[in-house]
């Protein structure tokens, strides 16, 4: 059965710090892993898709990386602001790759 | 509106009451899915659909029936709700193997 695990569940920064969030997962048979981030009381907002055959995806500060050998992911936010402040949620496809299985996710706090 | 929706956004019922959730794509999206959020669980999957017509069970799916005669709507029913089921419900939609989509969620509170 498919587990995911972020760690740490929460996270203190000062404003202008670059951060690594991480995610893993037990089985290493994705097809793709999700990042996705919530703002309290919102629902949840797809930051990016990373195919398995990708190492990497970027989309503005952000940059995930997949190494599905070592069942690991990880988001990286260069330059944290304010309004980066959410929970940070990954996922990946369940075995039989018909629906998400989601990490309990990391909080995000940045500081001004 | 282009998107997923959910309606209603809130609500408060009894116990013992039947209440529909409801989920409404325009993207023509193959799969839908049903989950709820808890705090200590995370996200959980009650119930997804690969196409019209098509369900299944997910990770908790008693206390829920689910029904999908349209591609676009995929509606959730508690058929008697209990205390257990006060949650946040997340409706998704995914074409194929491709990036997911969520609703802005349903605060179900059961008293």
């Known amino acids: 059965k498919q587990e995911v695990t972020q760690i740490p569940a929460a996270l203190s920064v000062p404003e202008g710090e670059n951060l690594v969030l991480n995610c893993s997962f037990t089985d290493s048979a994705i097809y793709n892993l999700q990042w996705f981030r919530q703002d309290p009381g919102k629902g949840l907002t797809s930051l990016l898709l990373?195919?398995?055959?990708?190492r990497e995806q970027t989309s503005g500060r952000l940059n995930a990386s997949l190494d599905k050998s070592s069942g690991r992911s990880t988001l990286y936010i260069a330059a944290s602001q304010p309004g980066d402040s959410a929970t940070y949620l990954c996922?990946?496809?369940?075995?039989?790759?018909?629906?998400?299985?989601f990490g309990k996710g990391t909080t995000l706090s940045v500081s001004s | 509106d282009a998107g997923i929706t959910q309606s209603p956004r809130y609500k408060i019922t009894e116990t013992g009451r039947q209440v529909t959730l409801m989920c409404h794509q325009t993207w023509s999206h193959s799969y839908m899915f049903w989950y709820r959020q808890d705090l200590g669980h995370g996200l959980r999957l009650i119930y997804y659909s690969a196409a019209a017509d098509i369900t299944d069970k997910g990770e908790v799916p008693d206390g829920y029936v689910v029904s999908r005669s349209k591609t676009e709507n995929f509606p959730l029913t508690l058929e008697s709700a209990t205390r257990s089921q006060t949650s946040v419900y997340f409706c998704?939609?995914?074409?194929?193997?491709?990036?997911?989509?969520f609703g802005q969620g349903t605060r179900l509170t059961v008293v």
């Open positions: 998704a939609s995914r074409a194929g193997n491709t990036e997911a989509f």
């Open positions: 990373i195919q398995s055959s990708q």
């Open positions: 996922a990946v496809p369940n075995q039989a790759g018909t629906a998400l299985i």
